[in-house]
């Protein structure tokens, strides 16, 4: 059976401390000798991650080099991997633009996803534009990026989605040149949520709102955009008082003229641009004669 020695033997001069399993057969005063002869326990070397400014600059030349390549997913993954590595934000506003070049031109494209996956999706290119808003929130993208993703959502034929996304936009950035074209597309998503059950005029009245606080909000706004507002408003009146009519219809069918009469008198007095108020002003004074 060997015998334990002390570290100051010449024999164990220099040598390793002991393993865990043999320090608990130690004595309490021999074990306090090795450890301080040996430096302390034995601590696991912690290694930096390769970090620096020839690092951040590799992975941006990887990011372009991949983005040349037809590659936006592994251009962004490696522009993801600069980001990380930037410790000190020297170059953030490059990879912020690059990673937003990427997503929008993904979103843009809006490739259908193929049975073998070779082209990106415009859902990762939502996601991405999405990542560039949320990492660089005071970047010259960061606005662009939300409109960019909304619009890209929109196509998708997801307008709650897209509403949020303006939503966001225009309370993080309500100075910003988009907050106009956004409260524009926000009524249009909410315009595109009223195609649901045939009496939920909610989103309609929602966009009604949206639409004439925008005239308010934005007096000498963007030409083009005050035109396609005032479309949109038509639009959406219209659809409404077809909407409110059509309630009427129902409420008089089941026996509840009050109920009716509500509905037609919003249409008759709140919507008369409408083809709807005639009608609605007709069958009010059917309901009501005499008044």
């Known amino acids: 059976m060997s015998s334990t020695r002390l570290p100051s033997d010449p024999g164990t001069a220099g040598a390793s401390p002991p393993h865990p399993r043999d320090r608990a057969r130690l004595p309490g005063f021999l074990l306090l000798a090795t450890l301080a002869c040996a430096g302390g326990p034995a601590t696991e070397e912690k290694k930096e991650p390769p970090a620096g400014a020839s690092v951040v600059a590799e992975q941006i030349e990887i990011a372009k080099k991949r983005r040349a390549a037809g590659d936006p997913v592994g251009a962004f993954d490696a522009a993801d991997a600069a980001h990380k590595a930037d410790?000190?934000?020297t170059r953030t506003a490059e990879i912020s633009r690059l990673q937003f070049e990427i997503g929008a031109e993904m979103a843009e494209k809006g490739y259908a996803s193929d049975p073998i996956g070779l082209f990106p999706t415009r859902s990762e290119g939502i996601r991405i534009l999405k990542h560039v808003a949320e990492k660089f929130p005071t970047s010259d993208e960061a606005a662009e990026a939300l409109f960019l993703a909304?619009?890209?959502?929109?196509?998708?034929?997801?307008?709650?989605?897209?509403?949020?996304?303006?939503?966001?936009?225009?309370?993080?950035?309500?100075?910003s040149p988009r907050a106009e074209f956004a409260e524009l597309q926000r009524a249009y998503a909410l315009y595109e949520m009223s195609r649901g059950p045939a009496y939920d005029r909610g989103p309609l009245e929602d966009?009604?709102?949206?639409?004439?606080?925008?005239?308010?909000?934005?007096?000498?706004?963007?030409?083009?955009v005050r035109e396609r507002a005032a479309e949109l408003l038509r639009s959406v009146e219209e659809d409404l008082a077809e909407k409110d009519v059509r309630a009427a219809e129902h409420y008089r069918s089941e026996g509840k003229p009050a109920a009716a009469a509500l509905y037609y008198r919003f249409?008759?007095?709140?919507?008369?641009?409408?083809?709807?108020?005639?009608?609605?002003a007709e069958r009010l004074a059917a309901l009501e004669p005499g008044k």
């Open 87 to 89: 410790f000190r934000g």
């Open 150 to 175: 909304g619009e890209a959502t929109l196509a998708t034929r997801d307008p709650y989605a897209a509403r949020r996304l303006y939503d966001e936009l225009i309370a993080r950035y309500p100075e």
């Open 207 to 224: 966009a009604r709102w949206r639409l004439q606080m925008y005239r308010v909000l934005f007096p000498a706004g963007h030409p083009t």
């Open 267 to 280: 249409v008759r007095d709140h919507l008369p641009a409408t083809t709807w108020a005639k009608v609605a």
